[in-house]
């Protein structure tokens, strides 16, 4: 980065650790000013009035002004300095259309911001502070300006992201970094997070994958499941969660409940079923044992939990379909279960 020293009496404080702050309100902090001791001020008060050798004033102390590697344009009408001391050399009509907060910061800046000269040779820009770290204003900026985003490698990183770009108004970024969080992995890592998050900002898909998610696991029995302070959920919250999971699992049982078993004359690949059971029912010999466990099943059926199922009732009532038929009712009921359980609403 470019460096830049201006003579101030300030000492500014820099942070390397990224930190969200709470608004996009971009509050100047004031200024320490150092204040001269009784005893000196007294000395200079009593300097004697004949010409002598010039009192030294002290040397100003130097405060290091940096600029952003990735937005430094040379066209630039609008400086962003960071509260670490970062100046974003950017476009105030980019900015205004992109965001509708910045829009309004730049028409209506802080007091405290102004224009300051950095160079006697150039013309100077205005200067808007605001109350963001460099690694977020360049986090946020690629999201306005057509550069490579930075990888939101968890569900943490999302989460600072989404607060970030929420803020100051990035429509898009919001929807593209749900979409992010609307993975198998990130929901994974943690469906409770990933669910209060979703609720929060608004992101109906992700919400659903979440709920899906918690719906295979036993948390009723955990009391602090949901009540991380992180998580911003309430007890009302876990409640309204385990209601829908309740209706969730009654509708999966009752697409069992509904199905008809195709009637047995012949098998699915069109051979005489070598099964007398099935034959002398007429349909699977197994499938009313099968339903009574699937009653009986406390948590989500899966795809796994089907086969499972299937396989312990052909054994149990000792069904004799060949290997490739057996192959071809899990392919099939697979196929069913997976269509019409998506189409089950998970509220």
Same mark, same amino acid.
């Given at each position: 980065?470019?460096?830049?020293?201006?003579?101030?009496?300030?000492?500014?404080?820099?942070?390397?650790?990224?930190?969200?702050?709470?608004?996009?309100?971009?509050?100047?902090?004031?200024?320490?000013?150092?204040?001269?001791?009784?005893?000196?001020?007294?000395?200079?008060?009593?300097?004697?009035?004949?010409?002598?050798?010039p009192?030294?004033?002290?040397?100003?102390?130097?405060?290091?002004?940096?600029?952003?590697?990735?937005?430094?344009?040379?066209?630039?009408? /609008?400086?962003?300095?960071?509260?670490?001391?970062?100046?974003?050399?950017?476009?105030?009509?980019?900015?205004?259309?992109?965001?509708?907060?910045?829009?309004?910061?730049?028409?209506?800046?802080p007091? /405290?911001?102004?224009?300051?000269?950095?160079?006697?040779?150039?013309?100077?820009?205005?200067?808007?502070?605001?109350?963001?770290?460099?690694?977020?204003?360049?986090?946020?900026?690629?999201?306005?300006?057509?550069?490579?985003?930075?990888?939101?490698?968890?569900?943490?990183?999302?989460?600072?992201?989404?607060?970030?770009?929420?803020?100051?108004?990035? !429509?898009?970024?919001r929807?593209?970094?749900g979409?992010?969080?609307?993975?198998?992995?990130?929901?994974?890592?943690?469906?409770?997070?990933?669910?209060?998050?979703?609720?929060?900002?608004?992101?109906?898909?992700t919400?659903?994958?979440?709920?899906?998610?918690l719906?295979?696991?036993?948390?009723?029995?955990d009391?602090?499941?949901? =009540?991380?302070?992180?998580?911003?959920?309430?007890?009302?919250?876990?409640?309204?969660?385990?209601?829908?999971?309740?209706?969730?699992?009654?509708?999966?049982?009752?697409?069992?409940?509904?199905?008809?078993?195709?009637?047995?004359?012949f098998?699915?690949?069109?051979?005489?079923?070598?099964?007398?059971?099935?034959?002398?029912?007429?349909?699977?010999?197994?499938?009313?044992?099968?339903?009574?466990?699937?009653?009986?099943?406390?948590?989500?059926?899966?795809?796994?939990?089907?086969? !499972?199922?299937?396989?312990?009732? =052909?054994?149990?009532?000792?069904?004799?379909?060949?290997?490739?038929?057996?192959?071809?009712?899990?392919?099939?009921?697979?196929?069913?279960?997976?269509?019409?359980?998506?189409a089950?609403?998970?509220?």
């Open positions: 980065m470019t460096t830049i020293s201006l003579d101030t009496s300030d000492e500014v404080a820099k942070s390397n650790k990224r930190k969200l702050t709470a608004g996009p309100e971009n509050r100047n902090r004031p200024l320490e000013k150092s204040v001269a001791s009784t005893d000196a001020k007294q000395r200079v008060d009593n300097l004697p009035s004949n010409p002598g050798s009192v030294a004033e002290p040397d100003p102390k130097e405060i290091n002004l940096t600029v952003s590697e990735n937005f430094a344009y040379d066209d630039a009408d /609008l400086i962003l300095r960071s509260n670490d001391d970062v100046d974003f050399k950017v476009h105030k009509i980019i900015l205004s259309v992109a965001s509708a907060p910045m829009k309004d910061l730049i028409e209506n800046p007091a /405290l911001s102004k224009r300051r000269r950095t160079d006697a040779a150039e013309s100077p820009l205005p200067i808007v502070s605001v109350d963001d770290t460099e690694e977020d204003l360049d986090y946020l900026l690629r999201y306005i300006y057509p550069l490579s985003r930075l990888s939101n490698d968890s569900v943490e990183d999302l989460e600072l992201g989404l607060r970030l770009v929420v803020r100051w108004g990035l !429509e898009a970024a929807e593209e970094l979409s992010q969080l609307n993975n198998t992995s990130r929901i994974e890592e943690d469906p409770a997070k990933v669910y209060a998050l979703a609720k929060e900002f608004g992101l109906e898909d919400r659903n994958s979440a709920l899906k998610r719906y295979e696991i036993s948390f009723e029995g009391q602090d499941y949901f =009540m991380d302070e992180t998580l911003g959920l309430t007890s009302r919250d876990l409640q309204e969660v385990i209601s829908w999971k309740r209706k969730y699992l009654t509708a999966v049982v009752s697409i069992f409940e509904k199905y008809k078993p195709p009637v047995i004359g098998s699915a690949t069109g051979n005489k079923p070598p099964c007398k059971g099935c034959s002398a029912a007429r349909q699977w010999c197994w499938w009313s044992h099968f339903k009574s466990k699937v009653r009986r099943f406390l948590d989500l059926i899966n795809e796994d939990d089907l086969e !499972e199922l299937v396989l312990k009732s =052909m054994e149990i009532k000792e069904c004799r379909v060949s290997h490739s038929e057996i192959f071809n009712i899990l392919h099939m009921l697979r196929t069913e279960f997976r269509e019409k359980v998506t089950v609403p998970v509220t």
